[in-house]
């Protein structure tokens, strides 16, 4: 792959961002009134091409989970130690300016709460398949077949 110019290069990394041609065009530093036609222009580049498909898949190649961080998130998961977020109703009284009790409101309320038990337990069975730590034994009989010749012999 050819050595991009800085412009080019800060066009590859702009377009990277909405896969818009004349966005990027012209915040790589074109002009706004040849932003289009440089964009579309810069995108027929051999060089260019190869470079946003680099870019592409190394994007695409960080979204995706590895072998390791998917044991570490089950570990965090086994161990209690992600926490989630539920929503829950707390029930305030309401009162006027003169202290009369209005009634109740109920606001919803965005709480902390550690993993489930559920959740530790199925992280923990997920981590021991992982680790072969149960396996279906069976137990199975080594039998020697015994030949018995039974065809009787020619009286000849």
């Given at each position: 792959?050819?050595n991009?110019?800085?412009?080019?290069?800060?066009?590859?990394?702009?377009?990277?961002?909405?896969?818009?041609?004349?966005q990027?065009?012209?915040r790589?530093?074109?002009?706004?009134?040849?932003?289009r036609?440089?964009g579309?222009r810069?995108?027929?580049?051999?060089?260019?091409?190869e470079?946003?498909?680099?870019?592409?898949?190394?994007?695409q190649?960080?979204?995706?989970?590895?072998?390791?961080?998917?044991?570490?998130?089950?570990?965090?998961q086994?161990?209690?130690?992600?926490?989630?977020?539920?929503?829950?109703?707390?029930?305030?009284?309401?009162?006027?300016?003169?202290?009369n009790?209005?009634?109740?409101?109920?606001?919803?309320?965005?709480?902390?709460?550690?993993t489930?038990?559920?959740?530790?337990?199925?992280?923990?069975?997920?981590?021991?398949?992982?680790y072969?730590m149960?396996?279906?034994?069976?137990?199975?009989?080594?039998?020697?077949?015994?030949?018995?010749?039974d065809?009787?012999?020619d009286?000849?």
């Open positions: 792959m050819a991009l110019s800085d412009k080019q290069q800060m066009f590859v990394d702009e377009y990277i961002i909405d896969l818009n041609a004349t990027a065009a012209i790589a530093g074109y002009s706004k009134k040849t932003a036609s440089q579309q810069m995108l027929t580049k051999v060089d260019i091409q470079a946003i498909q680099k870019r592409l898949d190394e994007k190649e960080k979204l995706i989970m590895k072998q390791d961080e998917i044991l570490i998130r089950l570990t965090e086994a161990r209690r130690e992600s926490i989630d977020y539920q929503v829950v109703l707390t029930e305030k009284p309401s009162f006027d300016e003169h202290k009790f209005l009634g109740i409101e109920k606001k919803p309320e965005i709480v902390q709460v550690p489930q038990n559920k959740d530790a337990i199925k992280a923990l069975e997920l981590l021991g398949k992982r072969t149960w396996t279906e034994k069976q137990q199975v009989e080594n039998i020697t077949p015994v030949f018995v010749e065809v009787p012999e009286e000849d």
